[in-house]
């Protein structure tokens, strides 16, 4: 069997864990979707303390639980087949067994559009990643002009958690964004975003099949002609952020969209990155430290 085996996830349950069935630990503590587990209840490829056990089994603290997969219970198992960056120039804010979270700088992709593209933030991790036995696995991306925080994960298992996880707002980004104008206080956007009528790669507020979309703000600073903004996505609509905040009338400076006659380069970085920790679900925050092009614009506007 051992042989077959591509991925192989062992965790020891702590001693706060709650007795509850396996198949509990596995759908409603780990977010394991049922396709996965009916693989693992199938082949038998769920292991406590070593063996096989049933899905109504109770689960204890301090067990050891195994998880093994052999790469086609996944609907895209060739989806990290992205060409190695040789000798990547990645910064990595957080690293385990599971996922990686980096800096994206800004000006490069988060993705290849079409095979054998190389040079984006995927390409780096798969350099990283060369020779390790993992892979890399999109979660989200980040616009091409917006940097900061990526999550990126090393093996299929851990997506579809990943995505639960954001899709119930227990992983979320926080922004900071320099805007034109004065714009202080704080609150919430919730205006729907949808396809711009004009153009389909864009967006636009009540758009073609507008779907809703909520992003809170914070104003850090405000000048007469730039204000700093904090954004935190409760949704993840494409451009959302720069679609809300050019809809407030406070476009990002730099947004070649959203903003096209601001001649800077955009000002948007994702700052801190509220990641739960798959499986252990520990609760941790990272922080993508400003790119000196950013920290020196806010002190030539008086934002620091």
């Not at 596995?26 to 899905?55: A, C, K, S």
């Not at 609150?187 to 864009?202: A, F, L, M, V």
């Not at 905040?245 to 601001?262: E, K, R, T, W």
Request: glycine share 8%; proline share 9%; net charge positive.
């Amino acid at each position: 069997m051992a042989a077959d085996i591509r991925w192989q996830l062992t965790e020891r349950l702590r001693p706060e864990q709650p007795v509850i069935s396996l198949r509990q630990l596995l759908h409603d503590q780990w977010l394991l979707p049922d396709r996965l587990i009916h693989f693992l209840r199938r082949r038998q490829h769920v292991l406590v303390n070593g063996r096989y056990e049933t899905m109504n089994r109770p689960i204890y603290p301090g067990d050891q639980v195994q998880l093994l997969f052999c790469g086609d219970e996944f609907r895209t198992p060739g989806a990290n087949h992205y060409v190695p960056t040789p000798a990547p120039q990645l910064a990595v804010l957080f690293e385990n067994r599971d996922l990686l979270v980096v800096n994206k700088p800004r000006g490069q992709k988060s993705h290849p559009n079409q095979a054998g593209e190389e040079g984006t933030v995927m390409n780096d991790v798969a350099g990283y990643l060369r020779g390790t036995g993992d892979g890399a696995y999109m979660v989200h991306r980040l616009d091409l002009e917006t940097s900061g925080a990526m999550i990126v994960a090393k093996n299929p298992v851990v997506v579809p958690v990943l995505n639960r996880l954001i899709a119930a707002g227990e992983i979320h980004r926080e922004y900071l964004a320099v805007v034109e104008g004065r714009l202080t206080g704080q609150g919430k956007w919730n205006w729907p975003i949808g396809r711009n009528p004009r153009d389909p790669r864009w967006r636009s507020v009540d758009g073609l099949h507008a779907q809703p979309a909520l992003t809170y703000y914070t104003s850090l600073a405000a000048g007469p002609e730039r204000s700093l903004v904090r954004l935190r996505l409760a949704t993840g609509r494409t451009h959302q952020l720069r679609v809300h905040l050019a809809h407030s009338g406070h476009p990002i400076v730099g947004d070649p969209i959203y903003n096209p006659n601001s001649p800077e380069k955009m000002l948007l970085h994702g700052a801190t990155q509220r990641l739960v920790v798959p499986f252990s679900l520990k609760k941790i925050q990272i922080t993508a430290p400003l790119p000196p092009y950013f920290a020196q614009y806010l002190v030539k506007y008086g934002l620091n």
